[in-house]
């Protein structure tokens, strides 16, 4: 039930097309990023088209060549974009349109906790599996068909608490049965958040099951806390996200993306 969108009303320009490269270049390659993917070709030049924000960021590993930027512009609203880049000799280059995305019906937070439907700013690396109700569309990640019995643990007193795990009872809590949410866990990403390697172990309380997913409505809503997109969209992301790469995702409000 925790990431069921909530149902607060049409996001903007949701036509916006996906155009992802496959895969950033090595650092030192000397050859242009390759087409990009998606509806239409890639615009060129991506420099001065809008901000390349990828390049204000200052924490990332130098292990990274992809980041996602889930922003906004402020902590309140439940509007924003995604946009994805990738770091090639040259820096960071941007490899795709922004892409309209919802946040939590209560905006972003610095101090998400259990159960308060608002997205946790930060950090984050992808989870080291995909998942879906449906089948794997072509993920560079390892992927799970979801299936009768498969559980996130959201129950705070469990020793397993912000984990996935197959059950045939529920683990108790707000624990979500991921394979009866549909459509919004058609497909989806593991966000790190309160989990590795972003800490050691979950903190109870602190929030889980934060994840990169499809819209539940065709129009767009607000989620738990959760990021989601468009069916079309969110495809392009996960399939064009490599974990050879090490990719990151940054969730915030713009004006605190200099923390990052």
């Known amino acids: 039930m925790k990431r069921r969108s909530l149902l607060l009303g049409a996001a903007a320009g949701l036509a916006a097309p996906a155009v992802l490269t496959p895969a ?63 770091r090639s000799r040259n820096g960071w280059q941007p490899a795709s349109a922004s892409l309209p995305a919802r946040l939590g019906s209560k905006g972003f937070s610095d101090n998400h906790v259990e159960g308060v439907p608002t997205t946790p700013t930060g950090v984050y690396s992808i989870g080291p599996t995909m998942y879906g109700i449906a089948a794997n569309p072509g993920m560079r990640f390892p992927y799970r068909r979801l299936v009768s019995g498969d559980w996130w643990n959201e129950n705070p007193s469990s020793s397993l608490y912000n984990t996935f795990q197959h059950s045939a009872t529920n683990p108790g809590g707000a624990s979500e049965a991921l394979w009866k949410e549909v459509p919004a866990y058609t497909h989806f990403a593991v966000i790190t958040y309160n989990m590795a390697p972003n800490v050691p172990k979950p903190v109870p309380n ?28 969110l495809v392009d992301v996960l399939t064009w996200l490599d974990p050879a790469l090490s990719p990151r995702i940054v969730l915030s409000p713009y004006a605190q993306l200099g923390r990052y």
């Open 24 to 86: 950033a270049p090595a650092l030192g390659a000397s050859e242009p990023l390759r087409p990009g993917w998606g509806t239409v070709p890639m615009p060129r030049p991506w420099p001065g088209r809008r901000r390349n924000r990828a390049s204000e960021l200052t924490t990332l590993p130098a292990a990274t060549k992809q980041v996602i930027i889930v922003g906004a512009s402020s902590y309140t609203t439940t509007y924003a974009t995604l946009e994805a880049y990738v």
């Open 206 to 233: 602190a929030g889980s099951g934060i994840f990169l997913h499809q819209f539940s409505t065709s129009a767009g809503n607000a989620t738990a806390g959760c990021v989601s997109l468009a069916h079309s969209h």
